[in-house]
């Protein structure tokens, strides 16, 4: 009799499952992702199956489903809600990664707090900390009251029953990689045990119409560890940015099916806690050089916000055969495009030099609007010639040297006349199609030697 198999292979990214080792998936065509993991089951106790919170849905009309305003509620960080599309959705399963260290625990410790003064039932659970420890954290960020409780479990069996006797309106599972299933058996934080265990949560999440928000640990690539199926599971994916060791923390999303996606957030640490910042754009241009060369304020749009940014350049003579070309906060091959576009069209030696691009604030940029501002900010620390502070350029260069148009520009323009800016260069097509307020010199460019003329 042949021996029954009890390992398979799994792709981490896809969560394709094979009987053998393969060097590349042939469901999602990567390489070197097939992990083995342990496939046997454990015999489930007699009364697993009456456990179960699931309720046997029916087929509906479009007709006989309501959606109300009620139907999201609020988290009491203004930041937060636009990121999720305008508060937290009844039901939904919404997944925040971030580096160790972050602040991943503190925001969802601070929105737990806010909603049970709000009136909602909270159930925060962690596999990672004590009872204690949560004390001291929550005792940081001040008094919490209404009904919040605390759990410290790591079988999801146990939290499913403690679920259903506690009927939460909010859970949160801090993080996925420590929860296991008692019927998989392989250990917590494998690609077997995080694919199970947020396919529970996701039915728990759908079938009683809980909201759920799961922590998940970030690998060095930047990306939540486990399957990436992890994430097309989920209705939203939250990513928490930033150097821990710095002041400022970016909450992006990048996967929201109840709202806009590539919303941003910003928050800063203090010693209380996290504290939202409403006006990102005068944040990042706060403390902004006068009168230094090299140094461009631009629009940049994240979702259906705009925000300022202030982009740098530095232009200084090479001593090496080979120039060195450094990015932070922008794609380095878009600033090695650029500089190429103004050796040919505007016929800079910029071969001869170093050049250093940077976003100020720690925001990372690669929007196409951004092109004219580095531009600009590499001509202007050539040629040492600052650029006037109450401008803002912005723009997309193509290879030819020309200026084309993005989108949105009336709301771009909006902005700066908000922070008090008092000219503006942008592509001509854009001002072909937009009404001059009055409120702000309005300047078209057609290419990129134009722009330069204001220098």
């Given at each position: ?197 947020t396919n529970l949560l996701m039915q728990i999440a759908k079938g009683e119409g809980i909201t759920i928000f799961i922590v998940g640990h970030v690998t060095k690539e930047g990306v939540v560890a486990g399957p990436r199926v992890l994430e097309h599971m989920v209705d939203t994916v939250l990513y928490f940015e930033g150097d821990r060791h710095a ?209």
């Open positions: 009799m042949a021996k029954a198999k009890t390992t398979a292979f799994f792709c981490k990214e896809c969560g394709y499952e094979s009987a053998k080792w393969m060097g590349q998936c042939p469901a999602c065509r990567e390489w070197n992702t097939m992990v083995e993991e342990p496939v046997g089951k454990k015999e489930t106790s007699p009364g697993a199956g009456r456990r179960s919170l699931l309720i046997k849905s029916r087929p509906a009309l479009l007709s006989e489903i309501s959606v109300e305003e009620k139907d999201r509620v609020s988290t009491g960080y203004k930041e937060l809600d636009q990121v999720l599309g305008g508060g937290v959705v009844a039901g939904s399963l919404v997944l925040v990664g971030g580096d160790p260290g972050i602040g991943k625990s503190t925001l969802l410790l601070q929105v737990c707090r806010n909603l049970a003064v709000g009136g909602q039932k909270v159930l925060y659970i962690s596999g990672e900390e004590s009872l204690k420890q949560i004390k001291l954290r929550a005792n940081r960020i001040g008094s919490v009251t209404g009904e919040l409780k605390f759990l410290c479990e790591t079988s999801l069996d146990h939290i499913r029953d403690t679920i259903g006797e506690e009927k939460p309106d909010i859970v949160i599972i801090d993080s996925i990689q420590t929860m296991y299933r008692e019927e998989v058996a392989s250990a917590p934080g494998s690609v077997s045990q995080v694919r199970e265990s002041s400022y923390r970016i909450l992006r999303g990048v996967k929201n099916r109840f709202g806009s996606t590539n919303e941003i957030g910003v928050f800063e640490m203090r010693e209380q806690g996290l504290v939202e910042v409403e006006n990102p754009s005068e944040f990042m241009l706060d403390g902004r050089p006068e009168g230094a060369s090299g140094a461009v304020v631009a629009c940049a749009m994240e979702g259906t916000r705009p925000l300022l940014l202030e982009v740098q350049a530095l232009v200084t003579q090479t001593n090496l055969g080979i120039p060195r070309r450094t990015a932070a906060g922008t794609d380095h091959n878009r600033v090695n495009l650029l500089m190429a576009v103004l050796e040919k069209r505007c016929h800079y030696e910029m071969s001869r030099y170093d050049a250093y691009v940077n976003i100020a604030g720690g925001m990372k940029m690669n929007e196409p609007a951004l092109d004219l501002a580095i531009i600009m900010a590499l001509v202007s620390s050539l040629k040492d010639r600052p650029v006037d502070a109450k401008t803002i350029v912005w723009g997309e260069v193509g290879l030819s040297g020309e200026v084309r148009a993005v989108s949105m520009a009336e709301q771009r323009v909006n902005e700066a006349v908000k922070l008090g800016f008092e000219a503006c260069i942008l592509p001509q097509i854009c001002l072909d199609k937009m009404k001059d307020t009055g409120k702000i010199r309005l300047i078209g460019v057609r290419n990129v030697r134009e722009a330069i003329g204001y220098l």
